[in-house]
């Protein structure tokens, strides 16, 4: 059974993949490898995964406006997420997925931390601005 939840379109794009998600709010400076897509603040839930290739749900972004170029690079390195579902964007990881052309999606209609689980496939529609659980 598929599920739709609509969200707030903040960055063009489409992309479908493996979730993994993260109720830590994430710095991409200093937090996240922009060479390998890795998370290498050893205080975060994810710390030495690869968030590159996936759909990053997170609850926010925090940290530097740097950050925003960080993610601008891994998306020129191709490390980066493949989308960003937040529960509210905040400017720095926006203008991030912005720059670097990555879908992000925020306000999600529903509590997505009770519907969605780390290795869950779903669809992120940012032009539309919807997710679809798989």
Not at 24 to 53: A, M, Q, R, W
Not at 74 to 83: D, E, H, I, R
Not at 111 to 119: E, F, L, V
């Amino acid at each position: 059974m598929t599920k739709i939840i609509k969200c707030r379109k903040i960055s063009k794009g489409y992309a479908q993949g493996e979730v993994i998600l993260t109720k830590d709010l994430l710095s991409f400076l200093g937090g996240v490898n922009p060479e390998k897509g890795v998370v290498t603040d050893s205080n975060h839930e994810l710390y030495n995964k690869n968030i590159g290739g996936k759909i990053l749900i997170i609850p926010s972004g925090k940290g530097s406006t740097v950050g925003s170029y960080v993610l601008y690079q891994m998306a020129k390195n191709k490390t980066a997420p493949n989308a960003i579902i937040a529960l509210e964007a905040e400017p720095i990881i926006a203008t991030g997925a912005i720059m670097g052309e990555i879908p992000m999606v925020d306000h999600p209609e529903s509590d997505i931390y009770n519907m969605i689980n780390n290795g869950d496939q779903i669809i992120v529609d940012a032009n539309l601005g919807f997710l679809k659980i798989l």
